[in-house]
């Protein structure tokens, strides 16, 4: 039984990933932020979730083991969660194994594209990225640190994205795959940031049945950067389809404003919560 104090964030990032603290830096901050129930999510890795399992029970906090898979559905990208997963699945394990593996693959073409237009990235950029699994946040990093860009997000707007240098696309498994990889792991699947895509309704709407027909049958209704209308067109959705609600800061780093740990509203108790359907492994 979840008490009425709990505080729930079901998405954050760390080093294991593109999130500038430790887990166990994260963990600690989580509680300054009054968090009683933290999910850590970080982009197509599972390797920071020990050391956040640790920390979890330093801070007497309750982690949730996550992950943030990258998915292409009608050639955009999408993420999607897998919350309450057991890491150690053989199937879950072997699926982000791959995505890992393009991701790396994804950021030796990078660093050629990057060299194809004159800027030489490899040594700055390797060493960001050390051991953690390499996003475009690492080359944002990278080129800022050599003066090419002012900050991430004017690295985001002058290279790293369609038609820049530094872009690469990239297939990343369907959704059908992903579902099956996260339910195999015993976690419960949900498209995060729905908005984020830019979907008319109508497209968003297509994308829930064929989520549904996956198995994904929860939407991050809830996170800082949507205002209470949106908050209320996606719990409208998720009552009419009955899907169950999140709610996540997204945490990256302390810099990031927008993405502060634990400011997700609460969800409307006319919701399923998701929290309802996670299971303890
Ligand atoms: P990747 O998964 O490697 O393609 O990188 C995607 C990540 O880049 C997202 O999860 C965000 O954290 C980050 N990102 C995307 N756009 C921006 C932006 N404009 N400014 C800062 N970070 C961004
Ligand atoms: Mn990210
Ligand atoms: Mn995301
Ligand atoms: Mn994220």
């Not at 030796?108 to 004159?118: A, K, T, V």
């Not at 290279?159 to 099956?180: H, M, N, T």
């Amino acid at each position: 039984m979840i008490d009425c104090n709990a505080k729930f964030d079901l998405h954050s990032h760390s080093t294991f990933s593109d999130g500038e603290l430790t887990p166990t830096e994260l963990l600690l901050a989580a509680k300054e932020s009054g968090i009683s129930h933290l999910a850590l999510t970080d982009h197509d890795t599972v390797d920071g979730l020990d050391e956040a399992h640790q920390a979890a029970q330093e801070q007497q906090l309750t982690l949730i083991s996550g992950v943030e898979l990258s998915a292409t559905w009608r050639g955009q990208l999408l993420h999607i969660l897998g919350l309450g997963i057991d890491p150690s699945d053989t199937t879950l394990s072997a699926g982000i194994a791959s995505n890992k593996q393009r991701r790396q693959t994804r950021a030796i073409d990078m660093i050629n594209d990057f060299r194809n237009h004159g800027i030489e990235l490899e040594s700055a950029v390797s060493d960001i990225i050390g051991s953690a699994t390499p996003t475009r946040p690492h080359f944002a990093q990278a080129l800022i640190n050599l003066g090419h860009a002012k900050s991430k997000n004017q690295a985001f707007k002058r290279f790293l994205v369609r038609g820049k240098p530094g872009y690469i696309a990239l297939q990343w498994p369907s959704i059908a795959e992903i579902a099956d990889w996260i339910h195999a792991a015993g976690g419960i699947a949900v498209l995060a940031h729905p908005l984020r895509y830019k979907f008319t309704r109508s497209k968003l709407i297509t994308l829930i049945d064929e989520m549904a027909d996956c198995g994904i049958r929860a939407l991050e209704v809830s996170t800082p950067t949507c205002d209470p209308q949106q908050r209320s067109m996606l719990e409208r959705l998720c009552i009419d389809k009955q899907l169950a609600a999140s709610m996540g800061s997204d945490f990256h780093a302390h810099g990031q404003p927008w993405a502060r740990l634990g400011t997700a509203a609460p969800l409307s108790a006319a919701v399923t919560p998701v929290w309802q359907l996670i299971q303890s492994h």
